[in-house]
């Protein structure tokens, strides 16, 4: 069992260190029948009978009288591990802590037993009375030898929700290591990262997440370090940790895959957030909805891929109750001079109606019949455009224009045919 391993290691500690300082009381002996039932309830236990243990102890407690400090100790500290061992955390504690308050016992046993119970205490959740464990263990410990307490007390500082005094012992945990060429536990780091977090300080919170990304190399840490960086306002360090993320094939999730593609659309690279988004959608790694045939669309126009943001305005207007998608289809499709798809797509918007400028499609209807020199079609077009309050006065103006050829159209014709007639 675990806790038998341990109480071997107390008493080897104790056994060999019989006398402290010379401040401290000498350490009385530990008398060989104390310790044979002290034993024999270690071999009960070890056995799996921990009720059977338990009442060897009880009957050496019975003897209390009797017995000096440091036999005292030794009973409570068995006492201790058995409930440990039985996951009784807190009669763990009310055992260990009976142990340093006897007189005279060594010094090994009171700093190994002062150091379990803070961490016990800091599992308990009792972080005060971690933090108190700590500092009496510090006045038993050589400063140069407390470094194995840092973390321990910025963690009981950090749950306590003092985090400025936590930030100084994980730092200097973490310097430590790293002053000697060597690697810092990841959960010091991530220990330091939530407290920056807490006191706001995102720049360090960037910094840290940096080490992370360098001594760890893990997906989130690189997804949380663009996302830092997009709070710092250094969207191309944002892009650039995503996008090496990307390339490491680190971004699976869903969110993470979009975020690349906005950062991308965003920091004015279209062609690549349209390329990220179409593999989502085909793989299947992101949804097939409204919004991301949106983003997707919005991508590809902007990289003026024409026919690659037709066919995602397709999509999106399948999955839409309204013709909002087939009136940017009718748009791109003008200007790229595809007339007889663009009224196609603006009669299809008309149709499926909801839209909040429906006169622009009639608007388009016109143009593009008119660049196809169906005059006729275009001024019936530009005429019902100019019953809708936002189409009327470029439809008026365009309807101008369409008189104006039509009428230069005619004259051509007629010019022709009078050549002809004379000749």
Do not use: C
Request: net charge negative.
């Amino acid at each position: 069992m675990r806790y038998l391993l341990i109480v071997a290691a107390i008493i080897s500690i104790v056994v060999s260190s019989p006398v402290v300082g010379a401040e401290r009381k000498k350490t009385p002996a530990l008398r060989e029948q104390v310790y044979s039932q002290l034993a024999r309830a270690q071999q009960l236990a070890d056995d799996g009978d921990l009720k059977a243990g338990l009442e060897v102890l009880a009957n050496v407690e019975s003897k209390l009288s009797s017995m000096n400090s440091y036999e005292r100790s030794m009973l409570w500290n068995f006492y201790g591990y058995m409930y440990y061992g039985q996951d009784n955390i807190a009669k763990a504690i009310t055992y260990f802590a009976k142990v340093v308050k006897e007189e005279a016992i060594p010094e090994a046993l009171e700093q190994t037993t002062l150091f379990s119970l803070a961490q016990l205490a800091l599992g308990q959740g009792e972080f005060e009375q971690a933090l108190d464990f700590l500092a009496q263990w510090e006045q038993l410990v050589p400063a140069e030898q407390q470094q194995k307490a840092w973390v321990l007390k910025a963690q009981a500082l950090y749950q306590k929700g003092d985090y400025q005094a936590a930030l100084a012992p994980i730092s200097k945990a973490i310097k430590t290591v790293q002053n000697k060429r060597q690697i810092p536990e990841e959960n010091w780091l991530v220990l330091q990262r939530a407290i920056y977090f807490e006191l706001g300080q995102t720049a360090q919170v960037a910094e840290v997440l940096e080490a992370m990304v360098r001594y760890y190399n893990k997906p989130e840490y690189w997804v949380q370090l663009a996302g830092v960086f997009g709070q710092l306002g250094q969207e191309t360090k944002q892009l650039a940790m995503l996008e090496t993320a990307f390339q490491q094939g680190f971004l699976t999730k869903s969110q993470d895959l979009l975020n690349l593609a906005q950062t991308y659309f965003f920091n004015d690279v279209p062609f690549k957030a349209g390329q990220v988004m179409e593999k989502a959608l085909t793989t299947g790694a992101v949804e097939a909805n409204l919004r991301n045939y949106k983003l997707l669309a919005q991508a590809w126009v902007a990289a003026r891929e024409t026919d690659k943001a037709n066919s995602a305005l397709q999509q999106a207007a399948s999955l839409s109750d309204n013709g909002e998608f087939d009136a940017q289809r009718a748009t791109l499709l003008l200007n790229a001079e595809r007339n007889q798809e663009a009224i196609n797509a603006a009669r299809a918007a008309l149709e499926k109606g909801g839209l909040t400028q429906p006169g622009a499609m009639h608007l388009v209807i016109g143009m593009a019949e008119l660049n196809l020199e169906n005059f006729n079609a275009a001024l019936q077009a530009f005429a019902v455009a100019k019953q809708f309050d936002e189409a009327k006065q470029s439809a008026s103006q365009w309807e101008r224009y369409a008189k104006a050829e039509q009428e230069q159209q005619s004259r051509l014709q007629e010019l022709r045919a009078d050549m002809q007639s004379s000749s």
